[in-house]
């Protein structure tokens, strides 16, 4: 199947430090990411949808000042957590739409990136 | 705003028992996929269903929509230990007539197989 990474994995940071994440398909071309939320034992929450070439849509209550998206190519897009907080400690997972023909629409997920605000 | 519901959060059978988990939407979907996350793990695609009153099936592994396109199960027969981990059921949404790409989740159902 389709292949997503994500870069880093984990990270550590401090407390007002920003963050930036990593989404790229491997062997398709993504013209729509999105971000994900998962905080423990819960489920995926969407924040964002990624558009190749313009602006994202956020998701209501989601600040798109704090996590700010880029989508450069169509293999790439990064997401910023910006001045984070303990708060902002989550598991943070993107997808990548594979909307050509062999795949059916299929969304196909990143491996995740655990981040830890101290 | 669209919300999927999912039943049971959690469910603990003996090996060999059969598992079922239900998905509702609360709109009307374009199709519905089911998600496996181990944990630890990242979600990872199982399948997906379009048409209305399909029934797929993955070895042990039944899945339906509904004729409304607004409920959809996931049933294992002879669960085994491998079976383990959170199954997400993730509807997409329907705009007008158009599939807007945007997947809402279920709250997951987290499966335990005693061996």
């Known amino acids: 199947g389709a292949v997503v990474s994500q870069h880093p994995s984990w990270v550590i940071c401090k407390s007002g430090t920003s963050v930036k994440i990593e989404c790229r398909s491997l062997?398709?071309?993504?013209?729509?990411m999105f971000w994900y939320r998962q905080f423990p034992k819960q489920s995926l929450m969407l924040m964002a949808t990624s558009n190749e070439g313009s602006k994202a849509t956020y998701e209501q209550g989601v600040e798109k000042d704090k996590f700010l998206i880029n989508h450069a190519s169509l293999t790439l897009s990064t997401l910023t957590v910006t001045s984070a907080h303990p708060e902002d400690s989550s598991f943070y997972i993107c997808s990548a739409r594979d909307t050509s023909g062999r795949a059916s629409d299929t969304q196909y997920f990143g491996p995740g990136t655990r981040l830890t605000v101290l | 705003g669209q919300q999927v519901m999912q039943i049971p959060q959690y469910q603990h059978v003996q090996e060999g028992e059969d598992f079922t988990t239900y998905c509702n939407s609360s709109t009307t979907l374009s199709n519905i996929q089911w998600y496996k996350q181990r944990p630890g793990g990242h979600p990872v695609f199982l399948i997906q269903l379009v048409k209305s009153g399909e029934v797929k099936k993955q070895k042990r592994l039944t899945f339906q929509f509904g004729e409304a396109k607004k409920n959809s199960s996931l049933h294992i027969t002879a669960t085994q230990t491998t079976d383990v981990g959170t199954y997400f059921c993730a509807g997409n949404s329907l705009h007008g007539s158009s599939n807007t790409g945007k997947l809402i989740f279920g709250q997951g159902t987290t499966l335990q197989v005693k061996p």
């Open positions: 062997d398709f071309q993504a013209t729509t």
